[in-house]
């Protein structure tokens, strides 16, 4: 009761942060907390569905305060200290996870709802890495579930491109779509991961809203996996 008191009291002082990059996440919400040294967010399941976990990672090591579910029950599945959690149990659709950790300056870089060992809903991302990570495992998915689809996608990814990739290949000493679909088409995630991992560190690019916003127009497969 003291925690369902204190929620109530901190919703009704609630300043939604502005971070520009959750724009397109409407399942987050961070929240000012009088408190000061424990931030506290709001997780909630858009999906439609019952999740039965939420991954999360931090860009710094976290102490988890509260996680009490509302609709559900979530709970860290291997103890409240450390940079990453899965968070395992049910939780109904348009039901919420609050959460507090410290220190308060913590903020999550991957977060991911899980419907059984399967990612469901939006992932939110700030890093290069865990785009790699999202294309490795969503084009192995889909590349089992819709291969049609799989091609559709990265011809048209090829075709947005076009003009851009030959300036690359040119650059890489390479064709990059000679390269590629033989990799996409039949590697592991991890293995696609490294690809990208590798293709992104020779363009020199760091930083995930560079790579996103830069030359490269990666709306067929965002659209395909759900990005």
């Known amino acids: 009761m003291v925690y369902r008191r204190k929620l109530v009291a901190l919703l009704a002082l609630v ?4 971070i520009s990059a959750m724009a397109a996440v409407d399942y987050i919400v961070p929240l000012t907390n009088p408190d000061g040294d424990v931030a506290l967010w709001l997780f909630n399941n858009t999906t ?3 999740v039965t976990g939420l991954q999360i990672e931090f860009d710094q090591a976290v102490t988890i305060v509260t996680s009490n579910a509302i609709g559900g029950n979530l709970v860290p599945a291997q103890g409240t200290t450390g940079s990453a959690f899965t968070f395992l149990g049910e939780l109904v659709s348009q039901g919420t996870l609050p959460l507090e950790w ?4 913590a903020k999550p870089t991957f977060i991911m709802w899980l419907s059984g060992a399967r990612a469901v809903g939006t992932p939110y991302f700030t890093t290069i890495d865990k785009l790699g990570y999202l294309f490795g495992q969503g084009i192995v998915y889909v590349r089992q579930a819709n291969p049609a689809a799989l091609n559709a996608a990265f011809a048209q990814f090829f075709a947005d491109n076009a003009a ?3 300036q690359l290949s040119q650059a890489l000493g390479m064709s990059l779509q000679d390269s590629l679909l033989p990799i996409i088409m039949s590697a592991p995630a991890e293995g696609i991961q490294n690809f990208f991992n590798t293709i992104v560190g020779m363009l020199g690019v760091t930083d995930l809203q560079s790579l996103v916003g830069g030359s490269v127009n990666f ?3 965002f659209a395909l996996l759900g990005l």
């Not at 300043?15 to 502005?18: H, K, P, Q, T």
């Not at 410290?102 to 300056?105: F, L, N």
């Open 48 to 50: 439609g569905a019952t």
């Open 102 to 105: 410290q220190p308060a300056t």
């Open 164 to 166: 851009y990739f030959v």
């Open 219 to 221: 709306g067929a497969l």
């Open 15 to 18: 300043v939604v942060m502005s």
